[in-house]
Structure formats: C-alpha cells, structure tokens
C-alpha cells in the first residue's frame, strides 16, 4: 500500500467545516490503497471543538504532532478577552467592530503573510525531513487554508523529491473577507506572489469548485482538478425517521457572517407571516453555528427574533438530525468577489438530508450547478424577494418535488476519494497531465 503524508492544521477534535474534507478523505484513502499519514499541529488553537469527530478517523491512521506556536492565543491574553472571534470568520459577537480587532486584523494581512501558522512552517519541514529520512512516503499533500501547510509542503518536495498535491478548499489571495485585512500594495503583491509560486510548483493542483480552478488554471498555466466536497452516507444511515417538532423549520447550519445577510428572506418572511397565519404560527428559524450580530439584528427589524433559535456550536452528529428534521434548508453565498466558486460544504449534507434546499446568491454560481444537477431546491438572486417567498410557500404547501436519490451519488465521499486516488496515482505514477 503507497503511503501519503496529509499536511494539514484541521484535524479532531478540531470542529466545524474545515476539519471534514480530510477526515473523510483519510477514512476512504485505504480502500483505494493510500494509507495516510496525518501531519497536525500537537496543541492548535482550534476555534470549536467537536470530540464527536475523533470517532471517524480510520483505525489504521498514523497521525504526527509538532507544538506550534500561534499569536492569536497571545493576543487574546493580551487582550484579556478571550475571545476566538478573532480566528473564527471575522463573526461579530457586538454589533460594532472594536479597535483591538481592527489592529488584529490589519496586522494579520500586512505583517503575518501569509497567515497565522506562519511560524510552524520552519519547525515543521525540519521535523519532517528527518522523518521522511526513515520513513518511505510516496506523495505529499498539503490543504489550505491556513495555506501556510502549502510552503511547509513545497519546502519538504523540493528537499526530498517527493511528488507534492496542493489541495486549495478556498481561495488565497481572494479569500473571503479579504477586504478585512486592509491589505497594503506591498502585502497583496506578497500575497499573490506566494499563490503563484505554490500553484506552478506543486506537481498537481486540487480544488473544491469548478470557477476555482479555472482560475488557478491562468495562474498555474496547468491544468488543476476539481474534486468537491460531499457527504458521507454513513452520517445518515440508520438514524430512522427524523424528529417531527410540529414546526415549520428553516434552517442555516454553519458559519452565518455579515457578508450574507439575506435582508430579501426576513422581508419575505415578514411579508408572509402577516399573510399566512397557519405559517406564523408554525416558523421556527433555526441559525447553527457562528452568527454574525449584523444578521441577528437584520432578522429582528423584520420581526422576526420572536422565530429565530439561535445556537453558536453543535456537534456535527447532531446537525446532521437537524438538517433532517427542518421543512428548508438555506445555504447563503457571500455577497464578494468569489461568490461564482463559492461551493460551501454543507450543500452536499444538505443533497443527503433529502429537505428542500433554498440557496440565495448568484444563480451561475457553482452552487447554483449543484443544486441544479440535484434537484433539491433552487437558487435566487440575492434581492429577489418574490422567488423567495414563492419557494417557501411551494414547500409549505407540499408543492415542491425533489430529485431523484440517483443525481446525488457524484457528491458522496467515497466516489470522491477514488477520483482523488486516481489523481494520486497519476502523480506517484509520473502521469502528470
């Protein structure tokens, strides 16, 4: 069996959407003989926690720690907050942005390039190269964000020779929030020379979205693979029938920032339960996960904080139960430069849960295709108030069809992972493209 060292800063008990597209990959990589070897920080600042995960790591799995140092702890305790806010998608807990946050966000665009785990990348490709001196390894991958494991990963192939594939699960330089940063000409020019440099030295390039890659195909002047993120069927075999509360639920589970806001679905909302009194009395929105203060309060100005139930964190195992017990499931495109690629990964949790998918933003985007070659709901313009409300009334009312269980089988993990091992084998192979 070929072995792959997995560089990566997420891994259990590290919680949220970051951690799962490797996780899962690790699980299946051994039936298609890759036995991975995961390389991780031994004591990382993890935004959320979620012990839950550590139970889906492959029984055969060899992980590897190193201690890494991180200024986001030493500027909370500077900052006598506490506070992971900082680290955890720029989610307001206040309304109003502080002057410590705005010095903390300034300097990690300008000074700390190209992001927090800067400092690991020495202590690491010390630590490996020694350990691939007495360890047999046949291909390296690395997966940002934090793409700081993209130059841990260039420096170890270039020392070893080991073929390198470069997994991008977002964008570098166009990241979102990017505008946060508050980036200086010098920075960015920084920035986009370090994106560069790793897209045409990596042996293979991976992304998550269809618009991602051709991007970095202009860039890289090579071609770059797109492999999804999906859903691990074995997160929804044998859980039964799901819980009926009586309630009318919407759902967003995940990460809920100010860039989304979808002011046309509260003013739909609120249009709605004036008109509707057996809806009103039935909606309940459920918000899982970070949730913006912009956005609660948008919410509540269309009358609205009366349905909302708002949870910061649940375990991945438990969401899963809540996406299957709600009528909609809303999946909200940010409203910045790369909405067209923005593929979130709980759209295909979404595809498995079998509830009605109601996506806002760009109906070219490659969510939009999903969605599409699903056939579980629809995309809306972000504004578009009208086919808001039509949707919503189509499921409440039983007038909404989903697609068939066929369409959704090109999103699942395992498939996923065999295209992954058959670009794998083309790198180990020398069959680059």
């Not at 970070?290 to 139930?309: E, F, K, M, N, Q």
Request: contains cysteine.
């Amino acid at each position: 069996m070929r072995r792959a060292l997995i560089i990566s800063y997420y891994w259990p008990p590290a919680g949220g959407g970051g951690v799962q597209r490797w996780l899962k990959f690790a699980k299946y990589l051994p039936e298609f003989g890759y036995q991975p070897v995961i390389f991780i920080p031994e004591n990382a600042d993890y935004p959320v926690l979620d012990e839950t995960l550590s139970g889906e790591v492959h029984p055969s799995t060899e992980v590897i720690r190193l201690p890494i140092w991180e200024p986001y702890r030493t500027f909370r305790k500077v900052s006598a907050k506490g506070d992971k806010s900082v680290s955890a998608g720029f989610i307001r807990s206040a309304r109003k942005e502080t002057p410590i946050t705005r010095v903390a966000q300034w300097l990690r665009g300008n000074l700390i390039i190209p992001d927090a785990r800067r400092f690991w990348i020495g202590p690491s490709v010390r630590y490996l190269c020694q350990y691939l001196s007495e360890h047999t390894t046949d291909v390296i991958i690395s997966t940002g964000p934090p793409h700081s494991m993209h130059l841990i990963a260039e420096a170890v192939s270039r020392r070893t020779g080991i073929p390198w594939l470069a997994d991008f699960r977002d964008p570098w330089v166009n990241m979102d929030n990017a505008d946060k940063f508050r980036m200086t000409r010098y920075a960015r020019a920084r920035h986009e020379f370090l994106e560069r440099r790793v897209l045409r030295s990596a042996d293979s390039v991976v992304t998550v979205s269809w618009y991602l890659s051709s991007q970095y195909e202009r860039i890289r002047q090579r071609a770059v693979c797109t492999i999804t993120n999906g859903y691990d069927q074995t997160d929804f075999d044998g859980r039964g029938r799901p819980a009926d509360s009586g309630k009318f639920i919407i759902g967003h589970y995940g990460t809920f920032g100010e860039d989304r806001n979808p002011v046309a679905l509260w003013e739909a909302l609120e249009q709605l339960l004036a008109e509707e009194p057996a809806l009103a009395r039935d909606l309940e929105i459920q918000l899982v996960g970070p949730t913006d203060a912009s956005v609660l309060a948008s919410a509540s100005t269309h009358r609205l904080a009366g349905c909302i139930r708002h949870v910061p964190y649940l375990s991945h195992d438990t969401i899963i139960d809540r996406m299957r017990s709600s009528a909609v499931l809303l999946v909200i495109l940010n409203q910045n430069t790369n909405e067209e690629g923005r593929v979130t990964g709980k759209i295909f949790e979404y595809v498995a849960s079998r509830r009605p998918v109601l996506g806002i933003g760009s109906v070219t985007s490659d969510c939009a295709r999903v969605i599409r070659e699903t056939g579980c709901g629809v995309m809306v313009p972000f504004l578009d108030k009208a086919k808001i409300r039509a949707f919503i009334l189509d499921v409440y009312y039983g007038r909404f069809v989903m697609g068939t269980a066929d369409s959704t089988r090109q999103f699942s993990r395992r498939e996923l992972t065999r295209q992954l091992s058959e670009e794998l084998d083309r790198l180990v192979e020398g069959n680059i493209r």
